[in-house]
C-alpha cells in the first residue's frame, strides 16, 4: 500500500462514521498530512452540518502548516453553495498546494467541477486512488445520482424448508412469527438505522401490523413505504400512528389526513416499481430496505431493479404455508448468527 492508498483509506474508516446520519449527503472523511504525519481529520456527520474538509481544517493545531500539507478526501470537494459553502473555496483560502481525492462525486452539482476549480487556482490535484473502495463506501449515493433511483436491498427470513410464513392460523393475532432468533432481529433494526426508508407490501401490514422503526438499535426511523392498492390497511395500524414520515401507494385518493403521511396515487395497472422509484427519487430517498412479502420481493426480483439481497434461514420448518421469493444467486457471502444463516447477495450489472 503506497502513500496515498494509505491515507485514503483513513479518509474511508473516518467516513463510515457517517452512516446512515448524512442523507442526502454522501459519507465522506478527510486527512490532512503534513511530512507524513497527520495533523488532522474529520468526516461529515450530517446533512447542513460541516463537511469532511471543513471538519478536518479545523482540527489543525498550527494552520501555518496547511500551506505545505496535502488533504485527501474520500470524495471530490464540493464547488457549489449548498447548505455549507463550497470546500474548494476553503482549501483554496487556506492555501493549501495539494489535494488528493479518492473518486469523483457523481452529483451533477459537482461532477469534476471541484477538481477543475481547484487545478484553475493552481492546486496540484491528484484522482482515484482506492476508487472501488470509495465507490463502495457510498454506494447508496453514486447509485442514487447515476440511476435516478434509490439503493434498493432486498431482506426477509425464510424457514429451513423455504418458507416465508406458516400456513395462515383462522383468527389469528396480527403478529409476525419469527423464523429468526434475537440477534438476527436486532441486526436487521441495525440496517433499518443505515437505510434512507424501508417497504412492505399491504398483506405484510394486515397480517403483522409492524412498527418499521429501529426500536431495537439506537440510529434513525427511516421513511415508511406501503403499497395499498385499494386502501385496505386499517387506520387503527401502526403504519398510521403518524410518528414517522410514510408514503402510501395506492390507485385512489384517501380521505385519512396526517401531518406525517402522505398518498401517492399510481397505476397498478402497469409496472408499477418504475412508478415507485420515480417518487422516491423526487424524495430524494437513496437508499431502500424491502422487507416483503414474497409477491412485493418476488416483483422486484423478476424485472431485475434491486442492488443487494440479504436472507436469513432459520431452524425452523412449516411444511406448508408462504413460500420464499426465487433469487438467481450471484457473489454469495454466508454468515452465522448463533443457529440462523445469513446469506449475503450482490446483483452485479
Request: a neutral charge; aromatic letters at 8%; proline letters at 4%.
Amino acid at each position: 500500500m503506497n502513500t496515498h492508498e494509505k491515507y485514503i483509506k483513513r479518509c474511508i474508516e473516518l467516513a463510515k462514521n457517517g452512516f446512515g446520519t448524512t442523507y442526502p449527503n454522501p459519507m465522506v472523511g478527510s486527512v490532512i498530512v503534513y511530512n507524513d504525519q497527520i495533523i488532522g481529520e474529520g468526516w461529515h456527520k450530517k446533512a447542513g452540518e460541516p463537511h469532511a474538509e471543513v471538519n478536518a481544517v479545523r482540527s489543525v493545531k498550527d494552520k501555518s502548516l496547511l500551506k505545505k500539507a496535502t488533504i485527501y478526501v474520500s470524495l471530490e470537494p464540493c464547488s457549489h453553495f449548498g447548505k455549507t459553502p463550497p470546500c474548494c473555496d476553503l482549501i483554496i483560502a487556506n492555501e493549501i498546494p495539494n489535494v488528493v481525492v479518492g473518486t469523483v462525486d457523481p452529483n451533477e452539482k459537482v461532477a469534476g467541477k471541484g477538481i477543475k476549480k481547484l487545478i484553475e487556482a493552481g492546486v496540484n490535484v491528484t484522482v482515484g486512488i482506492l476508487e472501488t473502495e470509495c465507490y463502495e463506501l457510498n454506494k447508496r449515493f453514486f447509485t442514487f445520482h447515476n440511476k435516478n433511483r434509490p439503493y434498493i436491498v432486498l431482506k426477509w427470513a425464510e424457514s429451513q424448508d423455504g418458507f416465508l410464513a406458516p400456513e395462515k392460523q383462522i383468527d389469528q393475532e396480527r403478529k409476525p412469527v419469527w423464523i429468526t432468533n434475537t440477534y438476527s432481529r436486532q441486526l436487521v433494526h441495525k440496517w433499518r438505522s443505515e437505510e434512507q426508508a424501508i417497504l412492505v407490501g399491504t398483506q405484510t401490514v394486515i397480517d403483522d401490523n409492524p412498527k418499521l422503526n429501529v426500536r431495537d438499535w439506537y440510529g434513525n426511523n427511516p421513511v415508511r413505504v406501503v403499497l395499498d392498492q385499494n386502501n385496505r390497511i386499517s387506520k387503527e395500524s401502526f403504519i398510521f400512528d403518524d410518528s414517522v414520515k410514510t408514503i402510501i401507494f395506492t390507485k385512489s385518493e384517501s380521505s385519512f389526513s396526517a401531518e406525517n403521511t402522505t398518498f401517492e396515487v399510481i397505476d397498478f395497472n402497469q409496472n408499477i416499481i418504475p412508478q415507485i422509484l420515480a417518487v422516491l427519487y423526487q424524495n430524494q430517498i437513496q437508499s431502500i430496505i424491502i422487507e416483503g412479502g414474497l409477491k412485493t420481493l418476488q416483483a422486484f426480483i423478476d424485472h431485475d431493479i434491486w442492488d443487494e439481497a440479504r436472507i436469513f434461514i432459520g431452524k425452523n420448518t412449516f411444511a406448508k404455508g408462504t413460500k420464499a421469493p426465487i433469487i438467481q444467486k450471484k457473489t454469495i457471502a454466508k454468515t452465522c448468527i448463533q443457529n440462523d444463516e445469513l446469506i449475503h447477495v450482490r446483483n452485479h450489472d
